[in-house]
Structure formats: C-alpha cells, structure tokens
C-alpha cells in the first residue's frame, strides 16, 4: 500500500510540474463546453438541449481522461521508468494503484470544472441533490476511463498506438450510446452501445435530470459502472507484464 | 560461490536469434564484461537475468534464484541501470534517487541520497530538473538509482556510454571498490578498452558466445607484427603475443643500410576482440 501512495504521489508531483499537461486537461474541456453551447444554441426550441448537455459533458471527461492516462502511462514505458519501476521492487499492483490514485485527483478536479460550466453555460436550475447525482457520475465515468486509459496502454508501443483505439471505442460512444439519438438505432447497435460504459453513465444522468428521479431506478446501471472500474483493473492488472 | 549461474538460455524475437543456447558463470564478488558490437545481445542477456524477459529454453539462476519465479525476493538484491536514463525528467536528481529508493524501505534512505549524490559529484545539481541535465549526468543519476540500496548483484548495461572520461574513471573505481567488499558486477559494454578493467569476459556476437576469459588470457591471443620497410618494400613478420622474440626477428634483416624505418604494432584488447569476431563471421561464410 506503501508503494502505491508512493506512485500516486509521483504522478501528482509530475501532473503539477507539468504545466501545459495540466492545462491541457482543465482549459481543453472548458473551451469543448463553450463550442457546445454554441452548437446547441442553433438547435430548434422545441429539441430540449438539457437532454445533451451534461451527457456531453461526461463525455468529455470521458474522452480526455482516458487519452491523458493511457499517454502517460505508455511515455513511462517509452522512456523505461515503468520496467525500471518493476525491476526496482514496485509491483504491477501498485503501479495500477498509484496510478489510478494520482488521476483519481485530475479526474475528479476535472468532473467539478466541466460541472460547474455546464451549469453556469446552459443556466440548469438542478438542486444540491441533483448536481451531486451529477457529479458522483461524471465522476466514476472518468475513473472508468483511467481504467480504461491504463488498459488500453499495454496494448501501445508508442504514443501513436494509441490513436488507433479513438475510432475504435470513442467514436461509438458517440454515435451509438444515446449520446447524440436516443431512438430509432437498428437493435442489433444496442449489442455494442451495452458495451461501452458511456452508455449506462448517459442513462443515468438522464434518470437525475428527471424531476420524479428515485435513485433505485439507476442502481443497476450505477452497478455496471462500477462493476467496469474493477473488470478494466483486473484487466490491467494482467495484461501490465512484468516480464515480455 | 557462482552469483550467476546460465544454463543453455535461448530468446528469440520471432526468427531474429538474440541468445543462443548461451551457458556461462560468474563468480562472486567478480566485475564480469559482456563485450560485444551492437546487437550481439547483451541487453537481452541483463533482461533476462534481472526477470525483465522470459527465455524460450534454458535457465538461469542469480544468488541461487530464478528471476522469474523468485523476482520478489531476486530485486531486492539486485540493482539494474539500463541502457537508456529510464529517469524521471520533471524531477530533481535527488527526488529521482528518492522515488527508486523508496521501492527498498531503505533505513536513512535521505541521508543515503546525499552521500550518493555527493560521490556522483551531483549536489550542486542535486535539485535541478533532470531534463536538464546532459546524457553524461543522467547517466550518474542512473547510477545512483541502481546503487541506492546496497545491491548484491548490479546489472549495469553501457553505464559509461557517453560519459565524461573524468566519471568513467571514477565509475571504474567504484566498481572495483564494489566488487572489493564482495558486490559482483555484472556489466555490458562495447567499448572494448573497458574489458581489460574486468576479472573475467564474455565476448558475444549474434547472440552466441565466442569467448570467456581472463582479459590477460584473451591479450594473449593478439599478435606482434614487425614492420620493416627495405628500399621502401614493407616486409611484415608476425609475432608472438609478446614480441620476446624481436631480437630473433630483426636479425633476420641484419644491419641492411637499406633499411628506411621499422614499426612495431602489439595487437591491443580491441584489436583482438574484433580478430575473433572477424573470424567467426569469414567461419560463417565458409
């Protein structure tokens, strides 16, 4: 436990000393809020744009979460910190602990900033209650994507491996979760939109915004959500090699 | 005692041979050479030995453990620099011997830092970015990483590739010192002068072994070739090892006015080292 407090501190000393990776990570999502809101701005009066807007949001967390991580985790062993890491006595256990630890941070500084935005932005008159429904979603959303960024790296050699998997797992989360059309996709689609976690995070963020919102209406999806947190660390955790 | 044992290890990279049926030991408290061009697989050797890659056939045992199944117990006594810096650039000095050095639970571990630090004449430097630095003083920083907690065995591969002749020096000394107070190295290097600095080496090529022994031993392999030019004709002798029989050579062209000049060449370490490899490749041919 040790290490893993060891790691995570290294990786917030790094994400702090690394000016432009932070606000690349805070400003990048603020400014894609903005271009939404002129984008919907456009849309008919009658399209309830409230339906988009914090899905999109979560979104984008998502997305940026998982491509920050999945980068950094792959420069560690570009540059071979992360073998000399394994060689020098830190477990893969703790090096998945540490990191998820030290983006745990980013991911959750990054879930209040584009909350806070959308909220200002699009001028949603959500309680408490709901904002922290909001909130504790965007939230795992971004973990789930830590997860999956750390993944995903085992996979890459290189920086460039990862862009690859962008059209691979982003862009259905786009186009086939409800993110964009929340009916009138061929059945068969819903097979891989149950398959991508944005999906159980946009049914539950369109269950909070419901007045009549009751939390036992999103516990299975909140359960798949967190059920992905521990499948993609089990993943990792065997697909991170110690010895090739 | 054998602090490496190597039984008949073999890696493959798809078709490409990296280790060859390779089989070697190295003594306790020895400072062991693994010389060889570019690609003859001397990082792949210190991979496997320090658990990092797994062999196809064959095993190898370090301090009685095997790297793979006992990496847990092997890497806590044993230190690895690898070939790149493999350090932390928006870190200090200090703070990237700190990090590597917690991995240990080493007693007085800050204290430790500093003595490193002050021994790889680092402290001015000590809190400086490590992107800052040039190759030469990664490389000491690497150093220190591997040597922070006492290792028993230290895998060093190239450490004084780019490295000031002034800290090569130094490097040197440590490591006799090291290996003095019973520490064996383990150490890959192609800079063929540094082999005479070890007690024993390995000369490698395409992932086999074409040599193992003393540096002495492996000197005496070279030859003397005596010069002479008559009437501006070169005419060569070939020698033993050591020209102790010049006199009997020289005789030869007895005291000829038409003798211009002579030039003695001593075959050295690199000479000889590339002889053998020469020899194994016109062998391959044929």
């Known amino acids: ?244 | 005692m054998n602090a490496i044992e190597i039984v008949k290890l073999s890696k493959y990279y798809g078709k490409i041979r990296a280790l060859n049926n390779m089989s070697l030991d190295v003594a306790e408290g020895t400072i062991y050479g693994i010389v060889g061009p570019n690609g003859s697989g001397k990082t792949t050797l210190i991979k496997a030995l320090v658990g990092s890659l797994r062999p196809d056939t064959g095993f190898a045992k370090v301090l009685e453990l095997d790297p793979l199944k006992d990496k847990w117990k092997l890497r806590k006594q044993i230190g690895y620099m690898p070939q790149s810096p493999a350090l932390y650039d928006d870190l200090s000095a200090r703070d990237n011997i700190l990090f590597f050095g917690k991995a240990h639970n080493i007693p007085d571990l800050k204290k430790k830092t500093e003595e490193i630090l002050l021994f790889a004449e680092l402290t001015s430097r000590a809190s400086d970015a490590v992107g800052t630095f040039s190759g030469g003083m990664k490389k000491r920083v690497s150093l220190c990483c591997a040597l922070i907690h006492n290792p028993k065995i230290i895998f060093l591969d190239e450490p004084t590739a780019a490295v000031d002749p002034h800290l090569k020096i130094q490097s040197w000394s440590l490591f006799r010192k090291l290996a003095q107070s019973g520490v064996t190295i383990f150490i890959s290097t192609h800079l063929m002068d540094e082999a005479l600095l070890c007690n024993k080496i390995t000369i490698l090529r395409n992932g086999e072994i074409l040599a193992v022994d003393t540096p002495q031993n492996i000197l005496q392999l070279g030859k003397t070739r005596l010069k002479v030019y008559v009437n501006n004709e070169e005419k060569i002798s070939t020698i033993a090892s050591t020209p102790n029989n010049l006199a009997e050579e020289l005789k030869k062209f007895g005291l000829d006015k038409n003798i211009s000049s002579i030039t003695l060449h001593t075959d050295n370490i690199e000479d000889i080292i590339l002889s053998i490899i020469h020899e194994k490749v016109k062998e391959e041919k044929t």
């Open chain 1, 1 to 244: 436990m040790n290490h893993t407090f060891i790691i995570a501190k290294r990786v917030l000393s790094q994400l702090k000393n690394d000016k432009r990776f932070l606000a690349l990570s805070v400003i990048a999502p603020l400014i894609i809020i903005y271009f939404l809101k002129l984008l919907l701005d456009t849309f008919p009066s009658y399209v309830n744009v409230k339906n988009y807007t914090i899905p999109f949001s979560a979104f984008i967390v998502h997305f940026l979460s998982f491509i920050l991580c999945a980068i950094l985790l792959i420069q560690e062993r570009t540059r071979g910190t992360l073998e000399r890491m394994m060689i020098g006595g830190f477990s893969k256990t703790s090096i998945i602990g540490g990191y998820t630890l030290g983006y745990f941070s980013l991911a959750t500084l990054q879930a209040i900033v584009v909350l806070i935005e959308s909220i200002w932005l699009f001028k949603l008159n959500y309680d408490t209650k709901t904002i922290l429904m909001l909130f504790m979603v965007i939230w795992l959303l971004a973990i789930v994507s830590v997860m999956l960024g750390i993944f995903i790296s085992t996979f890459a050699k290189h920086e460039g491996h990862i862009f690859p998997f962008i059209p691979l797992i982003m862009l259905p989360s786009i186009f086939l979760t409800g993110l964009i059309q929340e009916k009138g996709l061929p059945i068969w689609t819903e097979i891989i939109s149950k398959c991508l976690p944005l999906h159980y995070a946009i049914n539950i963020i369109r269950e909070i915004i419901k007045p009549e919102y009751n939390i036992t209406d999103t516990c299975i999806d909140f359960g798949i959500l967190l059920g992905y947190v521990f499948v993609l660390l089990a993943l990792a955790s065997f697909t991170l090699k110690d010895s090739k």
